[in-house]
């Protein structure tokens, strides 16, 4: 029996959820490898992205084969063209993770491995909280819950904050051998590549709230 359109459209969202937990383990994985600087688990992160592309191409293919057959107007279209961008974030941000990982691998070749505690631990809340607004990103996502969607924003502030207090700390630190700015280099890079996980998370949040009210204005405050 040939699926309806909404079928397809349920089986289209859970393989999203789907590809959102292999994106949520690459974030969780890549942030714990930084800390511990665990070269298994990076190389794990690095290995399995390909899993997340092809989440990526297929579920892409799919809102294409639906659309043509389907011709969905108003909110099912909204829908469908949410999960097209959405998807690419969630692409990104298994990219971003795939990069911390790199990271990970590079710092345990470097003499110098460990970071001022302060740092650490400003590092370490950082992770947490890009976990934390990821988290809630998809599970706005997964029950079309505007409310959760509209609160990210505040998260991602926190994010911010805190980025900018360890580049602060990194840059004010003394220390002019190669290898060492080398190292603050690397540390600031991932700091960035955190923040941005944030941004996207918000981008997901904002699709949420897009298609779930159909308001474009959330995309242009000047509007």
Do not use: W
Request: aromatic share 6%; hydrophobic share 40%.
């Amino acid at each position: 029996m040939r699926k309806t359109f909404h079928e397809n459209l349920d089986e289209i969202s859970e393989d999203v959820i789907s590809m959102g937990s292999l994106v949520q383990e690459a974030v969780y994985n890549a942030i714990e490898a930084i800390v511990k600087t665990d070269v298994n688990l990076a190389q794990k992160v690095i290995a399995e992205d390909v899993k997340i592309d092809d989440y990526d191409i297929t579920i892409e293919e799919k809102c294409i084969i639906l659309q043509a057959e389907h011709q969905p107007v108003a909110k099912d279209l909204r829908f469908i063209h949410s999960i097209s961008i959405v998807i690419k974030y969630l692409e990104r941000i298994g990219d971003l993770s795939v990069n911390i990982a790199k990271i990970a691998k590079k710092l345990s070749k470097q003499r110098k491995k460990s970071l001022d505690k302060d740092v650490m631990e400003l590092l370490v809340e950082m992770g947490n909280l890009v976990k934390s607004i990821l988290d809630r990103a998809l599970q706005a996502f997964k029950n079309k819950d505007s409310k959760i969607a509209s609160k990210l924003g505040r998260v991602d502030d926190d994010i911010d904050d805190i980025q900018k207090i360890i580049l602060r700390k990194l840059y004010t630190t003394k220390g002019d051998e190669e290898d060492y700015l080398r190292f603050i280099a690397n540390i600031s890079l991932v700091s960035r590549y955190l923040e941005r996980i944030g941004d996207q998370s918000v981008n997901i949040g904002e699709r949420v709230l897009y298609f779930s009210t159909g308001d474009y204005k959330i995309f242009h405050e000047d509007l």
